[in-house]
């Protein structure tokens, strides 16, 4: 019988390019409509591009956020560690996406009136509170390669990546307080969201158990 398993070699060599790939094609997409509509031509921009760009960008950077964070329950449940291979790269991908939706707002909003911006910040809560996920979300990303590991020493690296839950829970009230109404993709990714918690707890309290024994 054939065995169909791929090494952990493989996933670096050819499953990472193609997860790279992938993950480019929203920002690829945003890219060539705003080119379209700079040179007046046809595009999926709508009426308001910046309202546009501000939720697909926001969008993307909250749904590779949660896929991160899904990574090590998945990992943990197929007994199987290649899925941790692509969670930094993930990770990072978050982060970009979340650069691009900051980026998006104060470009194309804001028009980098920095006054005009932080009274904006310091007036509406749910940017107030998307911006405090980013703020958390940038000494993850900064300290997300092996040196940054080695310096910090493994545990002090891991309790730092734990803001990682509290970034995610921030990105969705802030998901949530900006959709106005009653809306069922804002509790799709809270209940997501929750799921994840609850084997994160369920994973920590199965460590303690044996301990306290």
């Given at each position: 019988m054939t065995n169909f398993s791929v090494s952990a070699n493989d996933l670096r060599r050819f499953g990472k390019p193609l997860v790279f790939a992938l993950m480019m094609v929203p920002a690829l997409w945003l890219a060539?409509?705003?080119?379209?509509?700079?040179?007046?031509?046809?595009?999926?921009?709508?009426?308001?591009?910046?309202?546009?760009?501000?939720?697909?960008?926001?969008?993307?950077?909250?749904?590779?956020?949660?896929?991160?964070?899904?990574?090590?329950?998945?990992?943990?449940?197929?007994?199987?560690?290649k899925p941790i291979l692509f969670r930094r790269m993930i990770g990072l991908f978050a982060f970009f996406y979340v650069c691009l939706h900051i980026t998006s707002y104060v470009w194309l909003d804001m028009l980098f009136d920095w006054s005009e911006l932080w009274a904006d910040v310091l007036k509406r809560i749910y940017i107030t509170v998307g911006f405090s996920a980013f703020l958390l979300l940038i000494p993850l990303a900064v300290t997300s390669t092996k040196g940054w590991i080695k310096r910090l020493g493994a545990r002090s690296w891991q309790g730092l990546h734990k803001a990682v839950y509290l970034a995610g829970v921030l990105a969705v009230v802030h998901f949530i307080m900006m959709r106005k109404g009653f809306q069922i993709e804002p509790l799709i990714y809270a209940g997501i969201l929750l799921l994840l918690l609850g084997f994160r707890l369920r994973s920590v309290l199965g460590r303690r158990a044996p301990q306290r024994t």
């Open positions: 060539w409509n705003w080119w379209q509509a700079f040179q007046y031509l046809p595009n999926d921009l709508g009426f308001n591009p910046q309202e546009t760009s501000n939720r697909f960008t926001g969008d993307w950077a909250l749904r590779f956020l949660l896929l991160s964070l899904a990574i090590t329950p998945l990992s943990k449940t197929i007994r199987s560690s």
